[in-house]
T-cell receptor, first 115, second 115 residues
Framework: AQTVTQSQPEMSVQEAETVTLSCTYD???????LFWYKQPPSRQMILVIR??????QNATENRFSVNFQKAAKSFSLKISDSQLGDAAMYFC????????????FGAGTRLTVKP | DGGITQSPKYLFRKEGQNVTLSCEQN?????MYWYRQDPGQGLRLIYY???????QKGDIAEGYSVSREKKESFPLTVTSAQKNPTAFYLC??????????????FGAGSRLTVL
């Protein structure tokens, strides 16, 4: 079974600065996908970024990028030029490519952005 | 706009009562999911359904029941057998088929409190 670990319950960053959220995962499968989801105070979960394990290139979405280290099973999220609207809970998740119904989530990291 | 509607947003229940949380989607998604979110924990899967009239237990199905009579609807009943039902409940959906590991689309959630 997959497991996802987020070791940082809380993080803070100054507005306009860069912050990195950590995530490690464990899977025995070779085909899997990794995600970062954002949950703002409204509690609506929103996809931030998605990474396919077979792709070596790190995914990017505007100010959001990942550092995918497959051998180390690490999948960190970097937020550049942090904005007040980035304040939220961030969840790392993984899913086995053969089983869409087995998505696993980490415990989350609460990000505070200081003006 | 397409999306997932969950209702009610807040629900209070007395011990011993069953309650039903509604989840409706107009995305034409085949698969639907119910997750439970507790503080300090990631999302945990309660039930999922890939097609109408079929559903499967997730990791924490005890004390819950679901139905899938229509593609658009996937209601969750929290029964009196659920020992600790106070939590935030999230419904999600995605497409199935040849495109694997699709991104989940989430509803805004329902907060259930047992009095």
């Amino acid at each position: 079974a997959q497991t996802v670990t987020q070791s940082q319950p809380e993080m803070s960053v100054q507005e306009a600065e860069t912050v990195t959220l950590s995530c490690t995962y464990d899977t025995s499968e070779s085909d899997y996908y990794l995600f970062w989801y954002k949950q703002p105070p409204s509690r609506q979960m929103i996809l931030v970024i998605r990474q396919e394990a077979y792709k070596q290139q790190n995914a990017t979405e505007n100010r959001f990028s990942v550092n995918f280290q497959k051998a180390a099973k690490s999948f960190s999220l970097k937020i550049s030029d942090s904005q007040l609207g980035d304040a939220a809970m961030y969840f790392c998740a993984s899913v086995n490519g053969y089983n869409n119904n087995d998505m696993r989530f980490g415990a989350g990291t609460r990000l505070t952005v200081k003006p | 706009d397409g999306g997932i509607t969950q209702s009610p947003k807040y629900l209070f229940r007395k011990e011993g009562q069953n309650v039903t949380l509604s989840c409706e989607q107009n995305l034409n998604h085949d698969a639907m999911y119910w997750y439970r979110q507790d503080p300090g924990q990631g999302l945990r899967l309660i039930y999922y359904s890939q097609i109408v009239n079929d559903f499967q237990k997730g990791d924490i199905a005890e004390g819950y029941s679901v139905s899938r009579e229509k593609k658009e609807s996937f209601p969750l009943t929290v029964t009196s057998a659920q020992k600790n039902p106070t939590a935030f409940y999230l419904c999600a959906s995605t497409t199935t088929g040849r495109a694997r590991a699709n991104v989940l689309t989430f509803g805004a959630g329902s907060r259930l409190t047992v009095l």
